[in-house]
């Protein structure tokens, strides 16, 4: 009977495992992780126009290249936002507020954003922290999160992580320094159906979807830009807080959640600033160096998460007019972080230093400091922060880390609210 038991027992353990594994079976195999083996390539000019006009100054930047940037990732990665039939109407609810947070240090908010139109509804969870000694209104860090608050993760640690959640925010530190948190379940939104073609239906795009329409079109909005929408809407109601500095927000991801971020904030410049941790491909690092996960891996494993006009370029990425870099600097002059980790190789360290440093000719039309003295990739935990452009990498391995919260912080405190 035990010989039986110890049978079963490891047939359901290799059981489960496989059936885990399957939706990224491969996913990993034949990925370049060499330097040696990365192919030749040569970066488009961030200000230099798909019609070869050179760019020199503000206007030129803001009437023809930069629209001309965000237009083509928007129609051949992340895909466009649909025109609804019905007009959607935005409605926020605050469901509780506890004033005696961490011994009465914060405020916690919970939010209950809902859009509705003739087609149906969906609801969406905003938590909120404030400081509950500010004087002034305050600048808030703004995290892209799929499903923490329905996990309860939000709650804070036990005894011996005082003052830290159970998802690793350091909530105390951010509320001494007078500096609030929100942060949302984006995936509430809608969630990955994980489709094989990359037709994306569910939650959201319902509201938006014509009569007989049944999935998203080539060109319509895959996870990312739906997730970056929800983003948006959680800016909607942070705007209205009267306890929120609006032009302070701070939109933070990391890894899926960083590339959410980003195209949340290159797409609405009501973000004042944009915090990225082992982002990325899709994020802040260079699809052309094929190095880690490659635009070809993504739309086979994970096609989703971009529109499927993204597969026009999976085989051919050196054909791409644009890389990560023009992305990032369409941000500019709002100051953004990148930080990465050195074993992160997933995520191409090297290719996210890259985009972060060919991203800054777009502030400097802008005459604003980017603090890098050179090409060359700066030295493990030797952080770049009284700069437009903050960048870090740290030893260690992909995740979000207190190393990295605590840079942020000072990111902020150094553009936000020294300035006050």
């Known amino acids: ?215 998203t079109r080539e060109n319509e909005w895959g996870m990312m830009a739906i997730w970056a929408f929800a983003m948006r809407s959680g800016m909607d109601y942070l705007e209205t807080d009267s306890e929120v500095n609006a032009g302070q927000i701070a939109v933070l991801g990391c890894s899926i959640g960083g590339k959410v971020a980003l195209w949340a904030a290159a797409t609405d410049e009501r973000f004042g600033m944009t915090l990225l941790a082992t982002v990325g491909h ?29 597969n026009k370029y999976a085989k051919n990425i050196h054909e791409m007019p644009v890389d990560q870099h023009c992305l990032l600097a369409t941000l500019a002059p709002r100051p953004f972080y990148v930080s990465n980790a050195q074993d992160d190789l997933w995520a191409d360290p090297k290719g996210q230093w890259i985009g972060t440093y060919n991203a800054a000719p777009a502030y400097k039309l802008y005459n604003k400091n980017v603090a890098f003295s050179s090409p060359e990739q700066p030295q493990v935990n030797q952080p770049i922060i009284e700069s437009k452009i903050g960048y870090h990498i740290r030893s260690g391995f992909h995740g979000l880390e207190v190393y990295d919260w605590l840079r942020y912080m000072k990111f902020i405190e150094y553009h936000f609210i020294s300035t006050l």
């Open 1 to 215: 009977m035990k010989k039986l038991f110890i049978s079963i027992f490891f047939s359901l353990v290799y059981f489960s495992a496989s059936v885990l594994a399957q939706p990224f079976e491969g996913k990993y195999n034949e990925v370049i992780y060499k330097e040696s083996e990365v192919p030749s390539h040569k970066l488009p000019d961030v200000l230099t126009t798909f019609n070869g006009e050179k760019i020199d100054n503000i206007e030129k930047w803001e009437k023809a290249r930069k629209p001309e940037i965000l237009n083509f990732f928007e129609q051949n990665l992340f895909g466009e936002i649909p025109v609804p039939l019905s007009a959607i109407k935005k409605s926020f609810e605050i469901v509780s507020e506890d004033k005696t947070i961490l011994e009465g240090l914060c405020t916690r908010k919970d939010v209950l954003i809902t859009l509705k139109n003739d087609i149906g509804e969906v609801k969406m969870p905003l938590v909120l922290f404030i400081p509950n000694h500010a004087k002034k209104t305050v600048p808030v860090i703004y995290l892209a999160n799929g499903s923490d608050i329905k996990n309860n993760r939000l709650e804070l640690e036990n005894l011996q992580r005082f003052g830290y959640t159970r998802n690793g925010i350091p909530l105390r530190e951010l509320m001494l320094r007078g500096i609030g948190l929100a942060t949302i379940d984006y995936q509430a939104f809608a969630s990955d159906n994980r489709n094989k073609d990359g037709k994306v239906s569910g939650g959201i795009t319902n509201l938006f979807f014509e009569a007989g329409q049944e999935f």
């Open 282 to 310: 899709g994020g802040d690092a260079i699809w052309r160096r094929e190095f880690g996960e490659t635009l070809e891996n993504m739309c086979k494993y994970l096609p989703t998460w971009v529109c499927r006009n993204a």
